[in-house]
Every structure is written in structure tokens, then in C-alpha cells.
């Protein structure tokens, strides 16, 4: 038995986890907290778990993270059993430690665990479109669900969190501090990044103007924050909701095509690999779509495919922002690769925008087909 195993037991007996321990698993998707699959065998049946160190440099306030948290999918769990559905399965559930609350500084982190849903998997690149589809369908169905939601109980976990402009102005300081002494290596991503500034307002303005409003959005819509069921291949439950705040429908729209209408993985080098594939952009849009369309505004409509480029743009001026930083917010695996990463979304974005009307052509044909 490791270190890491002597941890994970004896955090998961604060949070009132019964059985013997059988192993864990470190789970690597994420970029922010540090996961865990823990699995323990009680009364002669496996029982899994989540176990997560939250990342405390990037999630400041704990209580106020696992508040919202807590609140949003309780409310959830309401939501589904009108609707008829198995709220356990279609939502997380957290465990109480025993210091009565949903997460637990011990041994110099800040813990937090949640049931693992059986039989569930998450996928990184898409191997068939119908995927998207469902992953769109859940994303929009979780907007929905959340519309009733009473927004001012939500804390801002992260200021400005999908505030661009404010992306730019940190990516323009950054460069000016060079940290890392890396800027001279970057001008070239620099320069894309600010030839495009005047992107970077278009959401803000569009609710300034009172065309879009705000929304309970989740703010980090990547495909493998979903989990697809291992028997059916339906989408079953949203994941990762520490960004769960006040936002935009555009934000989780466009965040969802950035990363999954992306030929590649978003950490590819391989430039030319780098495409925006307009089939499934359809798929999700479609899904989307099914389950929110109703619901959304004039102006939501008709800046869908432009999110897309919003919210890729924003991405890569983070993982820039964060090499000139020297990495410091991103988990890295390697010396180089937040650039990796910036200059993937950057070649993203730009094929974004030689598909932009072909996009936008494809939103309106499917919105008109879906409101009828
Ligand atoms: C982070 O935690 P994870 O890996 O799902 C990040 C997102 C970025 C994403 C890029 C709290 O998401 O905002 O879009 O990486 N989360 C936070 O892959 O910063
Ligand atoms: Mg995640």
C-alpha cells in the first residue's frame, strides 16, 4: 500500500465510508483538483467512490465552492424526480465528513468525495456523432433544468471568470511581466491574441444592451464532463460543477464546441490535425437545441456559432497567459505544453472563422426546424 492509498482511506473513514479498502485510482482528465477512484468492498459488494483534493490556489473558498455546489444539485434532484428520472444517477451526490460538512481540510489538503456512478464512463475525442449529439442534449437539458434556480444564492467562485476582455488585459500584463522570461519566444501567439481584442467584448456588450440575459450556467461544458452510460451509450449526468455561476448560454455552448467539435484533442501539436468539424458541430447544436431551444433569446440564437470562436479565443489566451506565467494555474506534463495547447486553440479559432457562416447557415436551419 502507498502513501496515496493511506491518505485516501483515511480521508474516505472521515467521510463515513464503510468496508475495506480494495485500491484507487488516480483519474486524469482534469487540469485543476487532483481525482481519485476509490474502490471498497462492503458486505461482500464493491462500492466506488470520488475522492477529490481540491485545488485551493485556483478554488479559494471551499465552503462557499461546495455551497453552491450542494444547493445546485439538490435542486437538481427536484428537478428529476418531477421530471420522473433517477436523481442518484442524473446528478452527483456528496458525502458529509464528520466535521458535518460537504468537505474536509485533513493532512494539508481540502477533500471532497461523491458517489461514483456505476457503469459510467467519459470520453475525450468523439468517435461517432451521435455522442455529441447526446452531450449537447445534456448540456442544454442542465440549462433548463436550472432555469427555475435562484441565481443571488450563487457565490461567484471565480470573478470574472469568463470575463474576456479581462482574459486579455491578464494575457497583456503577463507578457509585459514575463515572469518566465518566455515572452520573446510567444510574440507571434501575442499578436494573434490582440489582433482579435475587439472579439473579446461582443457577450458583455450583447447583455449590456439587455439582448442576452444571465443565466445559471456550468462554465466548463468540455465533453469529458459528462458521463455516458456503459450499457445504453446515453449521456446520463453532468460532472465537474465548481464553475457553476451566474454566466451566459454562450459561454457553455461555445465552451462545449471548442472542445468537442475539435478534430483533436485540445493538447495536440500537430497543427494540421487541428479542424473544426461542421458535422459535429451540427450533432450538437442539434442537441442543444432539442433541449433548450425554447428558451433561448433572438441574440442567443444568432451568436451560437460565434460563441465558439469566443470561447476557443478566451481558452487559448489562458494557456497562454499561464506559459508566461510559468505555469502556475494549469497542470502541465511537460515543459512546453500550455503553448502546445494556446497554439492549438489559436489554429482552432481560426478555422472557426472560415466556417463561421457555414455555422451560423446550420444553427438558424436547426433552430427553425426545432421550434416548429
Ligand atoms: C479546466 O478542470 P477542467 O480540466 O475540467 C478549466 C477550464 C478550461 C479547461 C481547459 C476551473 O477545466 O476553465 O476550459 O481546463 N477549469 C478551471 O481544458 O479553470
Ligand atoms: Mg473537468
Known amino acids: 500500500m502507498n502513501t496515496i492509498d493511506r491518505e485516501i482511506i483515511e480521508v474516505c473513514r472521515h467521510f463515513g465510508i464503510e468496508g475495506e479498502f480494495h485500491s484507487a485510482k488516480p483519474l486524469t482528465d482534469g487540469h485543476i483538483n487532483f481525482s481519485y477512484l476509490a474502490n471498497f468492498v462492503h458486505r461482500g459488494r464493491f462500492k466506488k467512490y470520488l475522492v477529490q483534493g481540491i485545488n485551493t490556489h485556483v478554488f479559494k473558498n471551499p465552503a462557499q465552492l461546495m455551497n453552491n455546489i450542494v444547493s445546485v444539485t439538490d435542486y437538481l434532484k427536484e428537478e428529476i424526480v418531477k421530471e420522473g428520472g433517477e436523481p442518484k444517477r442524473e446528478t452527483l451526490t456528496f458525502l458529509k465528513a464528520d466535521n458535518g460538512k460537504h468537505y474536509l481540510y485533513h493532512l ?130 453532468v460532472i465537474d460543477l465548481d464553475t457553476i455561476m451566474p454566466g451566459f448560454s454562450l459561454y457553455d455552448f461555445g465552451d462545449a464546441i471548442r472542445f468537442g467539435a475539435n478534430t ?84 482552432l479559432v481560426s478555422e472557426i472563422e472560415k466556417n463561421l457562416d457555414a455555422m451560423n447557415e446550420i444553427v438558424a436551419r436547426i433552430y427553425n426546424e426545432s421550434i416548429q
Open 108 to 237: 494539508g489538503k481540502c477533500w471532497r468525495i461523491y458517489n461514483f456512478i456505476d457503469n459510467s464512463y467519459t470520453i475525450n475525442v468523439i468517435e461517432n456523432k451521435e455522442i455529441f449529439e447526446r452531450a449537447g442534449k445534456s448540456f442544454g437539458l442542465f440549462l433548463n433544468r436550472l432555469s427555475g434556480y435562484p441565481m443571488d444564492k450563487l457565490y461567484e467562485i471565480i470573478p470574472d471568470f469568463h470575463n474576456t476582455p479581462k482574459r486579455v488585459e491578464a494575457l497583456e500584463k503577463a507578457a509585459e511581466q514575463d515572469r518566465a522570461g518566455r515572452a520573446n519566444l510567444v510574440a507571434d501567439e501575442i499578436s494573434f491574441a490582440l489582433s482579435r481584442k475587439s472579439d473579446a467584448s461582443v457577450a458583455l456588450s450583447l447583455y449590456e444592451e439587455g439582448l442576452i440575459p444571465l443565466r445559471v450556467t456550468h462554465n466548463d461544458t468540455k465533453l469529458n464532463n459528462i458521463l455516458f452510460d456503459e450499457r445504453t451509450g446515453e449521456s446520463i449526468c
Open 264 to 347: 483533436t484533442r485540445e493538447d495536440d501539436d500537430e497543427l494540421d490535425n487541428v479542424k473544426l468539424s461542421l458535422e459535429l458541430f451540427e450533432s450538437y447544436t442539434r442537441g442543444f437545441l432539442s433541449a433548450c431551444a425554447g428558451s433561448l433569446t433572438k441574440a442567443e440564437v444568432e451568436h451560437l456559432a460565434f460563441s465558439a470562436k469566443l470561447m476557443t479565443y478566451e481558452c487559448g489566451i489562458r494557456f497562454l497567459t499561464d506559459y508566461l506565467d510559468g505555469d502556475v494555474y494549469f497542470k502541465t506534463a511537460y515543459h512546453e505544453h500550455n503553448l502546445v495547447r494556446a497554439r492549438n486553440q489559436f489554429k
